[in-house]
């Protein structure tokens, strides 16, 4: 059995409506999903700085060894959480407008 004309093109605007709801849901999960994801790793980042940073300050007067790990880690996490930030695309607040 065919359908008329009327119901093809009924079928046709309902399947166009729910690709284009579907389209939404899944842009909203992927941005929400990413969202999380970006900011697990900001926190991350900034507690291994504040780890390495005091790994610096407690070992350096003992031993110099551990206190350039404790260096290390900070400038690991720095360089991770910028490199990080930019591939986020947030914005740039240090240029001149």
Do not use: C, N
């Amino acid at each position: 059995m065919s359908l008329s004309k009327e119901e093809r093109q009924i079928l046709q605007k309902m399947e166009e409506a729910l690709r284009e709801q579907d389209h939404r849901a899944f842009v909203k999960r992927v941005k929400s999903a990413s969202l999380r994801s970006s900011q697990k790793i900001a926190v991350s980042t900034v507690l291994a700085f504040i780890g390495g940073f005091s790994l610096l300050l407690l070992t350096f007067g003992s031993s110099v060894l551990i206190g350039t790990v404790g260096f290390l880690f900070m400038l690991g996490s720095s360089l991770v959480f910028v490199k990080h930030r930019a591939g986020a695309g947030w914005k740039d607040t240090t240029s001149p407008r």
